[in-house]
């Protein structure tokens, strides 16, 4: 009763499901805790590695236009310090010679828009160039205390005189009597746009050049134009002359940008690379985003084939605890069988021999009235004796198939035939069949699948169904024999009636040694013999009934029995 | 006719082996009843017995020693076994050991009694 509560918990639906959410949730924790983990471990190596991979190329431009600006500014610088040696100051005094020179510079330089000579004092005093300047005095201007004190400058970009954006360079020359003079010649911006522009950048970056105090040296496209005080708060840097410190990733006016910086070293210039995040960090964003789609096609995945695979398990798993249950439920059904067997057996024995001098002495008193002739009472007496030796017989009966029910055990397998079987217990049963006008209908299939078993167990078997059968149907009822071959080898018997049908109640017990319905007319044992002797030979023998409309015991024998069944014994 | 058979029934329940005996004499056979399978031996090697009943389950020397003895002394001697359980296999192999034929108990004596005119008869 307890093993039965027991089985019946762990074979419980609830049982089942909580197994399987336990499966699963191992089974996703086990896979998908490495993955995630693997998953953001690489998220941030490659972000790390991405990002100084990114901004690397973007110093390095930055670094690459600052020097074209440099060579620009060094050549200029350079033509204007060899005319200034090559020259004398009364040469270059010349309006003649200066226009000259000038002329000269604009043919092979470009960017020049004008030069002239200051002297000592501050005076312009030969100018070439298209504004009027001449007699212009410079001496409180920056630039002529600047090159004065450094010998030569670069200034920064203003408008001056000429109204428009331009630098100032200017060399001192000091001649051999001690005097100095100043060649200071003005070019052009235009160029400094042109040198932005050769950058290449897209439209959502910009380049531009800005002094110390945050003027802007040219056009930016999203922080100013020239001159304007740039928009743009620059992280802040020292003295060290290292762009790489002077960039970083800021998060100013709103736009995600990252700056990079390369100051001059000729002039108070700061060149300006800015970029958005978005497009230097484009292919990490790419990245990111085909990990988050790895990752969410692999989670599904892996979901899916957790749920898929746990239900398969789960499935199995309740099949086999069915199946194993089903065997123990049939192994004690045979080991009861099997004790109650012995038990009887036992018994039969002990009474078969007091049943044996019961019959001898109650026949040798009917032989002694017998052989009397004058016998008082003789009729009543031999029919006294008669019945007891009837009584016997029925006790002889009863006993012999109990003994015969433990004996069993013996199994003598050759090559049968079902059918011819079928019809060798059908001869004993023909009288019945012919006096009681039963409807008998054989089904047998020919030809039938030879099988190795028991001939005369299985002859015993259909006995016993066959007169259960015949007991059930009333004077002219129906049984039909059916048999057919078995789809994987073996054979299928069904014995059909249409008698008085099994009791709901009872079906569970019919094969139960013992059991019985026709009280003092059976032994109690025919079905249990049937289900005993079929076990053994490794088949199966089950019955379906409806009350009142008829029952059928179905018969499957292997092709040969199991060498296992044998161990039921 | 019968009175010239000789029977001798071998058998521990003297009860039953002794009324036995009595329905037989009645029936006009010559029969002699013995309690083990020694004391039977004993009788057939002296005297002379047409047909011996032997039963399979007795203590001391079993019924089958007992019938391998007998056919050693004289295996001409025809044996009947009987048998108190469904022993299809001590019968068997009691046939096997030469014997003629095995019967269950309790007896039905007109089965009994034709069984011993079959297996004299057969003799002759």
């Known amino acids: 009763m307890s093993e039965k509560a027991i089985n019946r918990e762990t074979t419980s639906p609830k049982h089942y499901t909580e197994l399987k959410w336990k499966i699963i949730i191992t089974m996703l924790c086990i896979a998908i805790i490495p993955l995630a983990t693997m998953i953001i471990i690489s998220h941030f190596q490659y972000k790390t590695h991405l990002k100084s991979e990114m901004v690397r190329p973007l110093h390095a431009m930055a670094n690459k236009t600052k020097h074209s600006f440099e060579l620009f500014l060094e050549e200029r610088l350079s033509t204007i310090k060899f005319i200034s040696t090559a020259y004398s100051f009364e040469e270059l005094n010349n309006e003649q010679i200066i226009k000259k020179i000038f002329m000269s510079l604009k043919k092979e330089f470009s960017g020049f828009v004008d030069i002239g000579l200051i002297n000592s004092k501050g005076d312009l005093v030969s100018y070439a160039g298209t504004y009027a300047l001449l007699g212009k005095n410079y001496s409180e201007q920056i630039s002529f205390k600047a090159t004065q004190l450094k010998g030569q400058y670069i200034s920064n970009v203003f408008m001056g005189y000429r109204k428009f954006p331009h630098i100032a360079i200017a060399v001192q020359h000091l001649t051999s009597d001690d005097r100095s003079w100043i060649l200071r010649a003005t070019i052009d911006t235009d160029y400094f746009d042109n040198l932005i522009n050769s950058m290449g950048l897209d439209y959502q970056s910009d380049a531009f050049l800005i002094n110390d105090d945050g003027i802007l040296q040219t056009n930016s496209k999203y922080y100013g134009k020239t001159l304007e005080k740039c928009r743009l708060k620059l992280p802040p840097h020292g003295s060290e002359f290292s762009f790489s410190e002077n960039s970083g990733i800021l998060n100013l006016n709103k736009r995600d940008v990252i700056i990079a910086c390369a100051e001059f070293s000729s002039a108070n210039y700061i060149l300006v690379l800015v970029k958005p995040r978005s497009v230097v960090l484009k292919s990490w964003y790419a990245l990111k985003t085909e990990l988050l789609v790895v990752f969410t096609i692999s989670l599904a995945i892996i979901i899916f084939s957790v749920f898929k695979m746990t239900d398969v398990l789960i499935d199995r798993i309740r099949k086999s605890d069915e199946k194993r249950e089903n065997v123990l439920a049939e192994l004690q059904h045979t080991q009861k069988l099997s004790s109650i067997g012995r038990l009887a057996a036992g018994v039969a024995h002990e009474i078969n021999n007091p049943l044996a001098i019961i019959n001898e002495k109650a026949g040798l008193l009917q032989d002694l009235i017998e052989f009397t002739d004058q016998f008082k009472n003789k009729s009543k007496f031999q029919g006294l004796t008669g019945s007891i030796i009837q009584s016997v017989a029925r006790c002889r009966k009863i006993t012999h198939r109990l003994l015969g029910f433990s004996k069993r055990l013996d199994i003598k397998i050759e090559p049968i035939n079902i059918n011819s079987i079928i019809e060798e217990v059908l001869g004993f049963l023909e009288k019945e069949v012919i006096y009681r006008k039963i409807d008998l209908r054989l089904k047998l299939l020919e030809p039938l699948q030879s099988i190795s078993s028991d001939h005369g167990q299985i002859q015993q078997v259909f006995l016993n169904l066959l007169t259960n059968a015949f007991a059930a149907v009333e004077d002219t009822g129906i049984i039909i024999i059916g048999t057919g071959n078995r789809k994987h080898g073996g054979v299928t018997i069904t014995i059909n009636d249409n008698g008085c049908g099994i009791p709901e109640n009872i079906i569970n017990d019919i094969f139960d040694p013992f059991f019985s319905t026709k009280k003092e007319k059976g032994t109690g044992l025919g079905l249990s013999i049937a289900y005993g002797i079929i076990n053994k030979l490794g088949g199966q023998i089950s019955v379906e009934s409806t009350e009142g409309v008829g029952t059928v015991f179905t018969v499957r024998l292997p092709a040969k029995p199991d060498s296992n069944m044998e161990l039921l014994k | ?124």
């Not at chain 2, 003297?14 to 037989?24: D, P, Q």
């Not at chain 2, 056979?29 to 083990?36: F, G, I, L, P, R």
């Open chain 2, 1 to 124: 006719m019968n009175k010239n058979i000789k029977i001798l029934l071998i058998d521990d329940e003297t009860e039953f082996v002794s009324t036995l005996a009595e329905r037989l004499e009645l029936r006009g056979y010559d029969s002699k009843t013995a309690e083990d399978g020694e004391s039977g031996i004993t009788m057939i090697s002296n005297e002379i017995f047409d047909i011996v009943v032997l039963d399979l389950m007795m203590p001391g020397l079993s019924g089958l020693e007992t019938l391998k003895q007998i056919k050693a002394i004289n295996s001409k001697l025809p044996v009947i076994l009987l048998t108190g359980h469904g022993a299809t296999k001590e019968g068997l192999e009691g046939m096997r050991l030469g014997a003629y034929d095995y019967l269950m108990k309790p007896l039905d004596i007109n089965e009994f009694i034709s069984k011993i005119s079959l297996a004299l008869r057969e003799l002759e």
